[in-house]
């Protein structure tokens, strides 16, 4: 069965530093979505992207974050000065409609941790 | 606005026993969609159970099922015949039909299953 697939598992960066988090979703799909969740609490929706460009960004996603999908296949998150606040799970997810009713399928998440 | 509120925190329950996640939601979209992601220790968000608004009958997936009362606003999860293995986070989740549909979730309640 086709699954979303995220690297690293583990980042570990200095504060200021600039970071890329990796998500290669499953093929068929077309919106792509990237999440975070604090340690402890509940997960919150960062930007959506579709027909390469961005759809929806919520209030966290400022100018420090941005996202691509250079090739075709791989979906990147930078951040570029990281700060501590950033320590967080991140989750790219994927569906292959837009529409309410499509479940939305998630990778295994890239835990950061911003020193 | 969307929002999602589970309002326990924590819920123990033995083994083999039935249990009920409470889950109620808020919106203005005349039609949405219901999900509950289980995330256990090791952090991944595993898909559950679907129910979108317009749905007559309740959704069940082999031990869960979803428990939907629209008029209430609720979409509790029902786990029946409670495994060990059925420890971990519960998030009850929403996307509605406006815009591009991002996954609202609920801040989880954590499920301990005891022998």
């Known amino acids: 069965e086709p699954e979303v697939t995220q690297t690293p598992s583990h980042q570990v960066t200095q504060m200021g530093q600039e970071v890329i988090l990796r998500c290669v979703p499953i093929?068929?799909?077309?919106?792509f979505y990237w999440y975070r969740q604090i340690l402890g609490q509940k997960v919150e929706f960062l930007v959506s992207?579709?027909?390469?460009?961005?759809?929806?960004k919520s209030e966290i996603f400022d100018d420090q974050f941005s996202v691509e999908r250079p090739d075709g296949s791989n979906f990147t998150l930078k951040i570029r000065s990281t700060k501590l606040e950033d320590s967080a799970m991140y989750f790219c997810?994927?569906?292959?409609?837009?529409?309410?009713?499509?479940?939305?399928?998630f990778g295994p998440g890239t835990r950061l941790t911003v020193l | 606005a969307q929002k999602i509120t589970q309002t326990q925190p924590g819920m123990f329950v033995q083994e083999k026993e039935a249990v009920t996640l409470d889950c109620t939601y808020d919106?203005?979209?005349?039609?949405?969609?219901l999900f509950w992601y289980k995330q256990p220790s090791s952090g991944e968000m595993i898909f559950l159970i679907y129910?979108?608004?317009?749905?007559?009958q309740n959704a069940t997936e082999g031990r869960y099922s979803l428990n939907f009362q629209k008029a209430r606003k609720s979409a509790n999860l029902v786990i029946s015949a409670s495994q060990l293995g059925d420890s971990a986070m519960y998030f009850c989740?929403?996307?509605?039909?406006?815009?591009?549909?991002?996954?609202?979730f609920g801040k989880g309640t954590m499920l301990l299953v005891s022998p």
């Open positions: 992207f579709y027909n390469n460009e961005i759809s929806e």
């Open positions: 129910q979108g608004s317009y749905d007559e």
């Open positions: 919106t203005s979209d005349q039609s949405y969609g």
């Open positions: 093929s068929n799909h077309l919106y």
């Open positions: 989740a929403m996307r509605g039909s406006s815009g591009y549909s991002t996954l609202t």
């Open positions: 997810a994927g569906s292959s409609s837009g529409r309410f009713g499509n479940e939305q399928f």
